[in-house]
């Protein structure tokens, strides 16, 4: 149950499709909280624009802002302007390693009336537990000789005991209240200290949960069953990198990113915590105003119940999951469905 009274929001839609959906998805955010409870939002125009006339990425000042909120919304990062990488790094990656966001929380859905690209997709319905903070994604590493035929370029995968003990341990406390299973996914016959001692973390927080079953894939077994037999899963718990790109691959199986949505938590609640679409800013379509919004807001339910809002949370998913079986197939803009799913709240 929610405590405050008043909350604060930060909204940054940032690049690309993410400033189309992210104004549909605060919309129904807007709606669902009507009368429930104080709900502020201050805008941050961070991004490529913002970069691309002033150089800033993300000043300090609104970082600290940022950090006094309650939560954030965002879109997505990235622009085919702004060599890759800086804004993702500088922006997306520092606010999740700032706000030592250490859970990424990806579920993935089919929602009835979704087309699946799998024959007999069965019952979809698990959650891949990323590591946020640690991995390659650290940006440990380098390059020598840079623009010379001897060049060699490094990037460190760098995991701690600490960093995989506290994500293993949400994993399990998750599968609790689900069906009870975790499977980690790693490479440990490849990456044998990074694999090895999750693999260690892991078989020591199971011995907390002696009612939830654990196993253990390899990446790219996973990337198969997947595809092949998705209904297998419960609750994946993987690394930084290998947690993307699982995701990504999950998203296209229940329908698209377009329908999956994302939380990075910082679960002891010293930080805000961040929600948004697992996807990217999609260059390709951007502008054209026919982006998938529900990701976007499915990711305020995700924001709301951490918020301790769980019935307006419900509200939304029950919104989107009617919106799409009653509208799912057909072509709509951007805002036909955020409007959609706004009137059924
Ligand atoms: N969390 C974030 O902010 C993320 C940012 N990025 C950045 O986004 C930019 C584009 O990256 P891509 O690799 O192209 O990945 P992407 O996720 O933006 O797009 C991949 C494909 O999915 C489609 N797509 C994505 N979201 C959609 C939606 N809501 N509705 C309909 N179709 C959708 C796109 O049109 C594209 O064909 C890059 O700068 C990348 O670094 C990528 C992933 C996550
Ligand atoms: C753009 C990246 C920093 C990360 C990414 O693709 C993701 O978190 O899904
Ligand atoms: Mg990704």
């Not at 807001?297 to 918020?307: E, F, Y």
Request: some cysteine; glycine content about 8%; aromatic content about 6%.
């Amino acid at each position: 149950m929610a405590e405050k009274k008043t909350y604060n929001i930060a909204v940054i839609p940032g690049d690309g499709i993410g400033k189309e959906i992210t104004p549909e998805a605060q919309a129904v955010l807007e709606k669902a909280t009507e009368g429930v409870a104080e709900f502020n939002y201050t805008d941050f125009d961070l991004g490529a624009e913002r970069y691309l006339s002033d150089g800033t990425i993300l000043p300090d000042e609104d970082l600290e802002l940022i950090k006094k909120q309650d939560a954030i919304l965002l879109g997505a990062v990235g622009d085919p302007r702004v060599k890759a990488g800086i804004l993702e790094r500088g922006l997306l990656l520092k606010l999740r390693f700032a706000l030592d966001q250490y859970i990424n929380l990806r579920p993935s859905k089919l929602y009835k009336g979704v087309t699946s690209p799998l024959a007999n997709p069965g019952d979809i319905d698990f959650v891949v537990v990323r590591e946020g903070t640690e991995g390659l994604y650290c940006g440990a590493g380098g390059a020598v000789r840079r623009n010379t035929p001897n060049e060699v370029a490094t990037e460190v995968s760098i995991n701690t005991w600490f960093g995989a003990e506290r994500v293993a341990r949400y994993a399990f406390q998750l599968a609790m209240k689900r069906k009870k299973h975790v499977t980690l996914v790693h490479k440990k016959n490849v990456l044998t200290n990074a694999g090895d001692m999750w693999q260690r973390v892991v078989d020591k927080v199971a011995q907390e949960f002696p009612e939830v079953e654990h196993d253990y894939l390899h990446v790219d077994a996973a990337t198969i069953f997947i595809v092949t037999d998705p209904s297998r899963f419960d609750v994946i718990l993987t690394d930084n990198l290998f947690g993307d790109i699982l995701t990504d691959e999950a998203g296209a199986v229940v329908g698209g990113v377009g329908y999956s949505a994302s939380g990075n938590i910082n679960a002891s609640n010293e930080y805000p915590s961040m929600f948004e679409p697992i996807h990217g800013s999609a260059p390709d379509i951007a502008g054209k105003g026919i982006a998938n919004p529900t990701a976007a807001i499915l990711s305020t339910a995700m924001l709301l119940r951490h918020l301790g809002f769980d019935e307006q949370a419900e509200r939304i998913d029950a919104a989107v999951q009617a919106d799409i079986l009653e509208k799912g197939s057909t072509q709509r803009t951007t805002h036909e469905v955020g409007q959609d799913i706004l009137a059924r709240l």
